[in-house]
């Protein structure tokens, strides 16, 4: 009896691992892929006409703000903005309560934003609230290409005169 559960329990052991074995596939070396190595090329962020950091008076900005960002390439040709982040700092006053004195402030307004250019209820409470000294900045702006590569553009960066 025990050379019989001995036999059993062996040709168990072996057809479980002959199933186990039998279960994986085997690795196709041809269909290994190459992948070419990619130098992104620099990328230029643009509003309007104006490029990098810049100064404009109110009514510049009123107009720039309500245009689409535009991504371009070393060789000029245009990129399709996938995302970006955009941020208004604008300018305010706090009043100590106690003393009574006026001091300068700031507050931020910041989202991420999928589609160029910013939506209408943003265009509108900016171009209302826009005063001189403060910033629109448009950062963290991903480009993708005809191939569908996606990259980095470099900021925008407006300071209101």
């Given at each position: 009896m025990?050379?019989?559960?001995r036999?059993?329990?062996?040709?168990?052991?072996?057809?479980f691992f002959?199933?186990?074995?039998?279960?994986?596939?085997?690795?196709?070396?041809?269909?290994a892929?190459?992948?070419?190595?990619?130098?992104?090329?620099?990328l230029?962020?643009?509003i309007g006409?104006y490029k990098d950091s810049?100064s404009?008076?109110v009514?510049v900005a009123?107009?720039?703000?309500?245009?689409?960002?535009k991504?371009f390439?070393?060789?000029?040709?245009?990129?399709?903005v996938s995302?970006?982040q955009?941020?208004?700092r604008?300018r305010?006053v706090?009043?100590?309560e106690?003393?009574?004195?006026?001091?300068?402030?700031s507050?931020?307004s910041s989202d991420r934003?999928?589609v160029?250019?910013?939506?209408?209820?943003w265009i509108n409470t900016i171009?209302?609230q826009?005063?001189?000294?403060e910033?629109?900045?448009?950062?963290?702006i991903?480009?993708?290409?005809?191939?569908?590569?996606?990259?980095?553009?470099s900021?925008l960066?407006?300071m209101?005169?």
């Amino acid at each position: 009896m025990r050379i019989f559960l001995r036999t059993i329990s062996i040709l168990f052991v072996t057809g479980f691992f002959q199933f186990s074995v039998n279960a994986q596939k085997p690795t196709d070396k041809k269909t290994a892929t190459v992948t070419q190595k990619f130098k992104p090329l620099k990328l230029t962020t643009q509003i309007g006409t104006y490029k990098d950091s810049i100064s404009v008076p109110v009514a510049v900005a009123e107009i720039l703000i309500s245009q689409p960002i535009k991504v371009f390439d070393e060789n000029k040709t245009e990129l399709m903005v996938s995302s970006y982040q955009f941020l208004y700092r604008k300018r305010g006053v706090t009043e100590d309560e106690q003393t009574g004195k006026i001091s300068p402030a700031s507050s931020v307004s910041s989202d991420r934003f999928k589609v160029t250019p910013l939506p209408g209820l943003w265009i509108n409470t900016i171009k209302e609230q826009l005063k001189t000294g403060e910033e629109l900045y448009f950062f963290d702006i991903i480009a993708k290409d005809a191939k569908g590569r996606v990259m980095y553009a470099s900021n925008l960066k407006i300071m209101i005169q």
